[in-house]
């Protein structure tokens, strides 16, 4: 992801390594979700994570040019369509640098929940993404119950069964 250039080497070099230790440390199963602002790509307007709790959260970061990524974002929807009226909420946040990519991919494989946009990949520096996708079950008290590296559709039911298991618990 693009970092700030304009620091010294040593400093920018420290604070890569605390940011990447606190940024693994937030995203381990158990520990609370990083919080972020980001602007949606549908709407004029920004979300905020903290403005989700009491909700269980699909969060996912993707790209335009992520394969997975068409083949799973109809199911995602499918499955936000079927639990939104549960106090479950999908969040999709792009990590490309062309917004409108993101706008075009979108065009192609409409969707019914919050996409936003990351285009300087500062929250997927804190979410630590290695892989795409990659997303996150947060529950109702924003705590990473699960982590999700790649996708099959294989995978569907068990993210099914994780998300309608939180939801339970409210």
């Known amino acids: 992801m693009k970092k700030n250039n304009n620091k010294s080497p040593s400093l920018a070099m420290s604070m890569l390594i605390n940011s990447a230790y606190l940024s693994a440390e937030a995203t381990e199963l158990g520990n609370p979700a990083p919080q972020f602002i980001l602007p949606t790509l549908q709407q004029d307007h920004s ?8 909700k269980v959260i699909y969060l996912d970061f993707w ?18 369509e079927k639990l939104k009226a549960q106090a479950f909420e999908v969040i999709a946040i792009s990590l490309d640098d062309n917004k409108a990519k993101a706008e075009k991919f979108l065009t192609d494989i409409p969707v019914s929940f919050s996409v936003l946009h990351d285009s300087d990949g500062e929250w997927s520096d804190q979410y630590v993404i290695e892989s795409m996708p990659t997303a996150f079950i947060i529950d109702q008290q924003g705590i990473v119950q699960h982590i999700q590296q790649g996708f099959s559709v294989l995978d569907m039911n068990a993210i099914e069964t994780k998300i309608t298991e939180l939801l339970a618990k409210n």
């Open 47 to 54: 979300v905020a994570l903290k403005d989700k709790l009491g």
């Open 63 to 80: 790209a335009s040019w992520c394969a997975p990524c068409r083949s799973y974002f109809p199911l995602l929807n499918v499955l936000h």
